[in-house]
C-alpha cells in the first residue's frame, strides 16, 4: 500500500514529486514511457514566463507569478541551467498598440514586477534585429530561459534520492476506487508484467492523458485537447541574434510565434498551434515550418533559417476551462488532480509542487522528514573548469579526456554519468537530454555508434535492446549473418 501515487513522471509529476518527498510518506510515480520528461515536458519553449498573460484571478497567474518568482532557488538547489534574459511582447504598425497597455494592466494585476512599455528607439538598442515594422513593445525583465530536460530531471532525481520509487515503462490500464484508496492496475512493457498497486491518494499529472485518468474515477468529467505547436533549433553559430526573448502580441490559441536564444546557446523558434485529435501526432509538417518561417519575420527580421538542425513538435494539454485544473475531486476523495497543465506549464511547476504537495500533507495529515535534501548536483560540464582543474579531472579520470560528441564536445565520462546516475539514461534519447550528446548539427550521425557501445557495456544491455526512447524503438534488428541464412 503506497500513501500516494503520482500518474506522469513530466516536470508537473516531477516536480510534486519532490515536494511530496519533503513527507514521511510512501510515495511513487508511475510513467508508462521509458525515462522521465520523455512527452510534452521534452518538446516546448523552454520559456519561464513573467507572468503577464494569464488572466487575473486564474489559476494559471497565481501560479505562473509563484513559480516564477522560486526558479533562482529551484536553479541553485537542483543545479539547472536557468537564465533571466527578459521578454518583450512586440507590436507592429498594423496592430493596435493598446493591446500592449493591456498585457501590462494584466501583469501589474498578477504582481509581475518591472513591466514597462519601450519605444522603438529603446528597442533597437536593446535588440537590433527586430523587424522594420515593429514600434513598441512590453519589456519584462523577469522573463527567462530554461533547460526543461534538466528541470525535469532535477526534480525527478532528488525526488529519487528522497525515497521516491519510479515505475518507468509502466501503463495505468485501469484505476478502481476501493474503501481504503484506490487500486491501480498497471502493465510494464519492458518486463510484459502486469502488476495491481493499492495507494490511499492519487496524483493525476498525466499530460495530454490527464481527462482519461480522471474520467475513469470521476462523473465531473475533463475534456483535454492536445494542441501541437512545431518549432525549429537553429546552430549555435545564430545563438546570440535575439538576447531577449521575443513574443508576437497574443490570440486565443496562444503566445504567437516567438524568437528565443536558448540557455545552451541556439535559437528556437516556433510553435505553432493546432489542435489535433492523436494524443501522440509529434510530427512535424511542411505547412507548419513554413507558417514558422512565414510568420517570425513579423517580430525579427531575416532569421536565420538556413542555419536550422533539426525540427520537433510537442503537444500542449488545453482544457475546456482554459485553465490548470488542480485540487481534489470533488466527487472522488483522494483523487488530486494537476491536469490540463499548457502554457505557462513549465514556469507554474515549481509552484503547482509545492501546492499539491500542501494538499496532500493536510489530507494525509504527514510529518515532515529531518533529513530531507532539497540539493541535487548535476552532470559536470567540464567546459565549467579551468584549464588546469580540467587537465586534472582528466589525469583522475581518463574518460573526460575521451570526445564521444564532437558537435557538442561531450565526453565519455559526462556520458557515464548519465547513465550511472540516479534514474540513468538507457536510451540514445535519455543520453542525449542529460548531456546533449546528438544534439549538434549532426543530430547523432557520428556519436551514436559510440554511445550505442557505452550503453551496451555499462547499462549493461544487448546491444538490439538499445532504443531512441525505448521499447519499440530499437536500432538493431539483428546480425547481418543471421539476417542472411533468413
Given at each position: 500500500?503506497?500513501?500516494?501515487?503520482?500518474?506522469?513522471?513530466?516536470?508537473?509529476?516531477?516536480?510534486?514529486a519532490?515536494?511530496?518527498?519533503?513527507?514521511?510518506?510512501?510515495?511513487?510515480?508511475?510513467?508508462?514511457?521509458?525515462d522521465?520528461?520523455?512527452?510534452?515536458?521534452?518538446?516546448?519553449?523552454?520559456?519561464?514566463?513573467?507572468?503577464?498573460?494569464?488572466?487575473?484571478?486564474?489559476?494559471?497567474?497565481?501560479?505562473?507569478?509563484?513559480?516564477?518568482a522560486?526558479?533562482?532557488?529551484?536553479?541553485?538547489?537542483?543545479?539547472?541551467?536557468?537564465?533571466r534574459?527578459?521578454s518583450l511582447?512586440?507590436?507592429?504598425?498594423?496592430?493596435?498598440?493598446?493591446?500592449?497597455?493591456?498585457?501590462?494592466?494584466?501583469?501589474?494585476?498578477?504582481g509581475?514586477?518591472?513591466?514597462?512599455?519601450?519605444?522603438?528607439?529603446?528597442?533597437?538598442?536593446?535588440?537590433?534585429?527586430?523587424?522594420?515594422?515593429?514600434?513598441c513593445?512590453?519589456?519584462?525583465?523577469t522573463?527567462?530561459?530554461?533547460?526543461?530536460?534538466?528541470?525535469?530531471?532535477?526534480?525527478?532525481?532528488?525526488?529519487?534520492?528522497?525515497?521516491?520509487?519510479?515505475?518507468?515503462?509502466?501503463?495505468?490500464?485501469?484505476?478502481?476506487?476501493?474503501?481504503?484508496?484506490f487500486?491501480?492496475?498497471v502493465?510494464?512493457?519492458?518486463?510484459?508484467?502486469?502488476e495491481?498497486?493499492?495507494t490511499?491518494?492519487?496524483?493525476?499529472?498525466?499530460?495530454?492523458?490527464?481527462?482519461?485518468?480522471?474520467?475513469?474515477?470521476?462523473?465531473?468529467?475533463l475534456h483535454?485537447?492536445?494542441?501541437?505547436?512545431?518549432?525549429?533549433?537553429?546552430?549555435k553559430?545564430?545563438?546570440?541574434?535575439v538576447?531577449?526573448?521575443?513574443?508576437q502580441?497574443?490570440?486565443?490559441?496562444?503566445?504567437?510565434?516567438?524568437?528565443?536564444?536558448?540557455?545552451?546557446?541556439?535559437?528556437?523558434?516556433?510553435?505553432?498551434?493546432?489542435?489535433?485529435?492523436?494524443?501522440?501526432?509529434?510530427?512535424?509538417?511542411?505547412?507548419?515550418?513554413?507558417?514558422i518561417?512565414r510568420?517570425c519575420?513579423?517580430?525579427?527580421?531575416?532569421?536565420?533559417l538556413?542555419?536550422?538542425?533539426?525540427?520537433?513538435?510537442?503537444?500542449?494539454?488545453?482544457?475546456d476551462?482554459?485553465d490548470?485544473?488542480?485540487?481534489e475531486?470533488?466527487?472522488?476523495?483522494?483523487?488530486?488532480?494537476?491536469?490540463?497543465?499548457?502554457?505557462?506549464?513549465?514556469?507554474?511547476?515549481?509552484?503547482?509542487?509545492?501546492?499539491?504537495?500542501?494538499?496532500?500533507?493536510?489530507?494525509?495529515?504527514?510529518?515532515?522528514?529531518?533529513d530531507?535534501n532539497?540539493?541535487?548536483?548535476?552532470?559536470?560540464?567540464?567546459?565549467?573548469?579551468?584549464?588546469e582543474e580540467r587537465?586534472?579531472?582528466?589525469k583522475?579520470?581518463p574518460?573526460?579526456?575521451?570526445i564521444?560528441?564532437?558537435c557538442?564536445?561531450?565526453?565519455?565520462?559526462?556520458?557515464?554519468?548519465?547513465?550511472?546516475?540516479?534514474?540513468?539514461?538507457?536510451?540514445?534519447?535519455?543520453?542525449?537530454?542529460r548531456?546533449?550528446?546528438?544534439?549538434?548539427?549532426?543530430?547523432?550521425?557520428?556519436?551514436?555508434?559510440?554511445?550505442?557501445?557505452?550503453?551496451?557495456?555499462?547499462?549493461?544491455?544487448?546491444?538490439?535492446?538499445?532504443?531512441?526512447?525505448g521499447?519499440?524503438s530499437?536500432?538493431i534488428?539483428g546480425e547481418n549473418?543471421?539476417?542472411?541464412?533468413?
Open positions: 500500500m503506497f500513501d500516494v501515487v503520482i500518474i506522469g513522471a513530466g516536470v508537473t509529476g516531477s516536480a510534486i519532490r515536494e511530496v518527498s519533503r513527507y514521511k510518506l510512501n510515495t511513487c510515480v508511475i510513467e508508462k514511457e521509458e522521465v520528461c520523455n512527452e510534452t515536458s521534452k518538446a516546448n519553449s523552454a520559456i519561464i514566463h513573467a507572468g503577464f498573460d494569464a488572466v487575473p484571478g486564474t489559476m494559471k497567474a497565481k501560479l505562473n507569478v509563484m513559480g516564477n522560486m526558479m533562482d532557488t529551484i536553479a541553485e538547489e537542483l543545479d539547472i541551467p536557468f537564465k534574459n527578459g511582447v512586440v507590436c507592429t504598425k498594423e496592430q493596435d498598440p493598446e493591446g500592449l497597455q493591456v498585457l501590462m494592466e494584466r501583469g501589474k494585476k498578477n509581475v514586477p518591472g513591466l514597462q512599455i519601450l519605444d522603438r528607439e529603446a528597442l533597437i538598442e536593446k535588440e537590433p534585429n527586430l523587424a522594420d515594422d515593429v514600434t513593445a512590453l519589456w519584462a525583465p522573463g527567462g530561459i530554461v533547460c526543461p530536460f534538466h528541470m525535469t530531471m532535477g526534480y525527478a532525481e532528488n525526488a529519487y534520492e528522497n525515497g521516491v520509487q519510479f515505475f518507468l515503462n509502466t501503463k495505468v490500464e485501469k484505476l478502481e476506487k476501493t474503501g481504503e484508496g487500486r491501480v492496475q502493465h510494464h512493457a519492458d518486463t510484459c508484467v502486469d495491481t498497486i493499492e490511499k491518494l492519487i496524483i493525476n499529472a498525466a499530460g495530454v492523458y490527464a481527462d482519461e485518468i480522471n474520467n475513469q474515477l470521476s462523473d465531473r468529467k483535454i485537447t492536445a494542441r501541437k505547436g512545431e518549432y525549429m533549433l537553429l546552430d553559430t545564430v545563438g546570440d541574434y538576447k531577449s526573448t521575443i513574443f502580441l497574443p490570440s486565443k490559441m496562444g503566445k504567437g510565434v516567438l524568437v528565443t536564444p536558448t540557455v545552451h546557446g541556439n535559437l528556437l523558434v516556433g510553435p505553432t498551434a493546432v489542435n489535433v485529435e492523436d494524443k501522440g501526432a509529434v510530427n512535424t509538417t511542411m505547412d507548419g515550418l513554413d507558417q518561417a510568420v519575420s513579423h517580430s525579427v527580421k531575416n532569421v536565420p538556413r542555419q536550422v538542425i533539426t525540427s520537433f513538435a510537442g503537444l500542449r494539454a488545453h482544457e476551462g482554459d490548470f485544473v488542480i485540487g475531486s470533488a466527487d472522488v476523495k483522494g483523487l488530486i488532480n494537476a491536469a490540463g497543465i499548457e502554457s505557462p506549464g513549465l514556469s507554474s511547476a515549481p509552484a503547482i509542487g509545492v501546492t499539491v504537495a500542501e494538499l496532500v500533507r493536510e489530507l494525509l495529515n504527514a510529518e515532515e522528514k529531518s530531507f532539497p540539493v541535487r548536483h548535476g552532470i559536470l560540464d567540464p567546459d565549467t573548469l579551468s584549464l587537465n586534472q579531472l582528466i583522475e579520470n574518460a573526460y579526456g575521451n564521444i560528441c564532437r557538442e564536445m561531450i565526453t565519455e565520462g559526462e556520458i557515464l554519468d548519465a547513465i550511472h546516475r540516479p534514474l540513468g539514461a538507457h536510451s540514445l534519447d535519455g543520453v542525449k537530454r548531456t546533449r550528446a546528438g544534439m549538434g548539427r549532426c543530430q547523432s550521425g557520428f556519436c551514436s555508434p559510440k554511445v550505442m557501445e557505452i550503453l551496451e557495456r555499462e547499462v549493461p544491455m544487448r546491444v538490439d535492446q538499445i532504443g531512441k526512447n521499447v519499440g530499437e536500432f534488428v549473418k543471421e539476417l542472411e541464412d533468413e
